[in-house]
């Protein structure tokens, strides 16, 4: 069964640095296309990037330039490094897995990790 | 950055009843829309995906329709399980953009 699991999140200050990172079972991440997607405590989902299989990679405008995904194929896993972070950046981090026709269908997600940004 | 508005935010509805959210654009975005289901504490689930294909498993009460800029979801017989949050989603362009979410609640 595909499976999907995040770490990494906690409490770290802001101007800090984090990474996240997501281990995937039963197939391999670097076949299909991988997001993460947050959701900031009692609000609503927001995407925050996407890795294609080709490694082309895109972010939401609120991350870019801090925010960088990537994967390591040797682990099966996705990350999600965190720099700079701002206490907006408060949130549950869900990594989901796109479908091999669009890549924006996110038909598997994990459990999610909490990162909390604040002094 | 395409706007997704759905509306109600919050339905108060019975067992049994029909239910319908609806999600609209700010600009056309085809059928790249799916919908997803949440629980609190929990993950999103993926119910419908292309504006109107059901995903594998889901109960075939849940049905979606539309394309352009105007689209639902539609649950025929509302079911003790399925009281949740509902979030339409686009993905035509960057950023993908959710809709900020239906609370579907016990009458």
């Known amino acids: 069964e595909v499976q999907l699991v995040e770490s990494g999140g906690g409490l770290v200050q802001p101007g800090g640095s984090l990474r996240l990172s997501c281990a995937a079972s039963e197939f391999t991440v670097s076949t299909i296309s991988m997001s993460w997607v947050r959701q900031a405590p009692g609000k609503g989902l927001e995407w925050v990037s996407v890795i294609y299989n080709g490694g082309t990679t895109y972010y939401a405008d609120s991350v870019m330039g801090r925010f960088t995904i990537s994967r390591d194929t040797s682990k099966n896993t996705l990350y999600l490094q965190m720099n700079s972070l701002k206490t907006e950046d408060t949130a549950v981090y869900y990594c989901?897995?796109?479908?091999?026709?669009?890549?924006?269908?996110?038909?598997?997600w994990g459990q999610g990790t909490l990162v909390t940004v604040s002094s | 950055d395409i706007q997704m508005t759905q509306s109600p935010s919050t339905l108060s509805a019975s067992v049994g009843d029909r239910v319908t959210i609806t999600c609209r654009a700010s600009?056309?975005?085809?059928?790249?829309l799916a919908w997803y289901q949440q629980k609190p504490g929990k993950a999103p689930k993926l119910l419908i995906y292309?504006?109107?294909s059901l995903e594998s498993g889901v109960p075939s009460r849940f049905s979606g329709s539309g394309s352009g800029t105007d689209f639902s979801l539609t649950i025929s017989s509302l079911q003790p399980d399925d009281f949740a949050t509902y979030y339409c989603?686009?993905?035509?362009?960057?950023?993908?953009?959710f809709g900020q979410g239906t609370k579907v609640e016990i009458k």
């Open positions: 989603q686009q993905h035509s362009s960057y950023p993908w953009t």
């Open positions: 600009q056309s975005i085809n059928s790249w």
């Open positions: 989901a897995r796109g479908t091999p026709t669009s890549a924006g269908t996110l038909d598997y």
């Open positions: 292309m504006a109107s």
